[in-house]
């Protein structure tokens, strides 16, 4: 890729992201003039802030976006070689090894890249949502003036949830940004030895899309059922609580949440940037790798088509 070329990628997602800071400047500025608690509230322990709007707008601005950069590189150098070293473990001679060259995309998928990590980590905190959790995240006062006085839950779950993130988000970064160091490896994997003699079909895949696949089917699964059961609970408290006060927050909050993947893939746009800075480097150390597990040849993949006899 062109040095402008590159510039030109980085600007625009440099540009999306300020428009995701003054997204949640704007958002946290409507909730503390929607909702104005008599005494200053705390969301977390974790935050030494004791206001729980700005700390909303930290986590969002900085955290999660830093949450993802460790995930990045811990996911990158360290779960990518293990990847690499358990597939070629678990096939053995089954399978026989390439790398394909291909030059480098003028594209980032913002969305493609960033749309599965954030519905694992979504789904990871929905997991890891239980009471207990939630007395020991929240502070005590929030829980109390949101959920039961106000009667508020789904802004209450999307506190709790916003919390988890801080550590379920960099988790599913980790895991997916193995799959953005092999795929972009080039290293791939194909049966065509083992078959050469018998009429079985060649099959030829990425290690990247591979790892990838398995991600997704987790991912794409768990996130359905959270969201499913959210709503259907919104749904079943709002009707039970209509007419008490608090209760019409219910539907900004529910609105607030169900946006949540979108501008969790925003957040994500430092660590895909540094992703794209590092893209050589990387690349490199990925094949140092696959080098010394015995992974060498280029891959050189051809089509032949042949007329069907009748």
């Known amino acids: 890729m062109t040095k402008s070329g590159n510039q030109s990628k980085f600007r625009n997602l440099i540009a999306l992201y300020l428009l995701y800071i003054i997204f949640w400047i704007i958002i946290i500025v409507n909730l503390r003039g929607l909702y104005k608690p008599a005494a200053p509230m705390v969301l977390t322990r974790f935050i030494p802030i004791n206001d729980l709007f700005l700390e909303l707008g930290l986590i969002f601005i900085v955290i999660l976006p830093l949450s993802g950069i460790m995930g990045l590189i811990i996911g990158g150098y360290i779960i990518s070689p293990l990847i690499l070293y358990l597939h070629k473990k678990i096939y053995r001679s089954k399978r026989h090894y390439g790398i394909q060259r291909e030059s480098s995309s003028y594209k980032t998928k913002l969305l493609s890249k960033g749309f599965f990590p954030v519905l694992m980590a979504i789904n990871f905190s929905s997991i890891f949502l239980t009471p207990t959790v939630v007395q020991f995240i929240l502070s005590a006062n929030l829980i109390i003036e949101f959920d039961v006085v106000s009667n508020i839950p789904i802004l209450t779950r999307f506190f709790i949830d916003v919390v988890l993130l801080i550590f379920t988000f960099g988790l599913a970064t980790m895991f997916f940004s193995s799959v953005w160091f ?118 050189v993949i051809t089509f032949e088509f042949k007329e069907r006899s009748e």
């Open 182 to 299: 092999l795929k972009d490896s080039g290293i791939i994997y194909s049966n065509k030895q083992k078959i050469e003699n018998s009429n079985e079909l060649v099959v030829l895949h990425s290690i990247g899309d591979w790892y990838q696949t398995i991600l997704k089917s987790y991912a794409g699964i768990g996130a359905l059922i959270t969201y499913t059961l959210v709503v259907r609970d919104f749904i079943t408290r709002y009707i039970e609580n209509i007419g008490t006060p608090g209760n019409i927050f219910n539907i900004p909050s529910l609105v607030l949440w169900l946006g949540m993947p979108l501008y969790l893939i925003l957040s994500l746009i430092p660590a895909i940037i540094i992703n794209e800075v590092i893209k050589k480097s990387r690349v490199n150390y990925i094949l140092k790798i696959s080098n010394r597990l015995g992974i060498k040849d280029t891959a």
